[in-house]
């Protein structure tokens, strides 16, 4: 794929959606930080549902550590995997207290030394919530990187390092949300809707559906 194609690509999606956001709910740095962690294996609608409930109660570090454990399990345990994230949070809250005066830092490395916070999440809230141009590549924009061509990559630290090289710096920024959003609505990864789509012309996908 051609720089000019990649450009035409992200001027299309830019075209499309001028002001991407998150699809999570949160009002802070740091509900998009329990949010993303709960994101994991989820979908943001199960987990809006749940933060829902959970933010009226508790949205300060401190005031999840007062929540404890167990009551915060209540408020999540329609998200697989809550009773481990729920460990990990009340974790990460009790770092963010400790050590980084209960702010979210702004760090990559010290966002991953949370419990739970891996780098794609480390990414999300760099981009999100700071205004970062950073890209976190989840399983949807692996998938469009590779299936359009715009950033082929064997793994997704191969595939984020790639489109961090080839996005133009204009679309850096919102990128990652453009990509994401794209992976989940249009380029799906059973069937794409290939016939409704904006940059079908520029896709180097050689299956693509009538």
């Known amino acids: 794929m051609t720089p000019q194609q990649r450009a035409e690509i992200f001027t299309r999606l830019r075209a499309a959606n001028p002001a991407p956001r998150s699809e999570l709910v949160y009002a ?7 949010s993303v962690v709960l994101s994991a294996q ?3 609608k199960s987990v809006n549902l749940a933060t829902a409930g959970l933010f009226k109660t508790a949205n300060t570090p401190a005031a999840i550590v007062g929540l404890g454990r167990k009551r915060l399990e209540r408020h999540i345990k329609r998200i697989g995997l809550y009773r481990t994230k729920a460990k990990n949070i009340v974790a990460t809250c009790k770092l963010l207290l400790e050590k980084h005066g209960g702010e ?3 760090t990559r490395e010290a966002l991953q030394s949370l419990p739970g916070v891996g780098r794609k999440t480390a990414n999300v809230i760099l981009n999100t919530a700071f205004g970062q141009p950073t890209i976190a590549v989840d399983t949807h924009i692996f998938r ?5 061509g715009i950033a082929p990559g ?4 191969a595939v984020e390092e790639k489109l961090l090289k080839v996005v133009p710096d204009e679309f850096r920024l919102d990128a990652h949300h453009w990509l994401i959003l794209h992976g989940r609505y249009v380029c799906k990864a059973r069937k794409p809707e290939c016939p409704t789509c904006l940059i079908r012309d520029l896709c180097g996908y050689q299956l693509k559906t009538a």
């Not at 802070?28 to 329990?34: C, D, I, K, N, R």
């Not at 469009?144 to 359009?148: C, E, I, P």
């Not at 064997?154 to 630290?157: A, C, I, Y």
């Open 104 to 106: 979210v830092p702004r």
């Open 154 to 157: 064997k793994d997704v630290v």
């Open 42 to 44: 989820a979908t943001d």
């Open 28 to 34: 802070s740095p740091f509900e998009l930080l329990v």
């Open 144 to 148: 469009v990187a590779n299936r359009t």
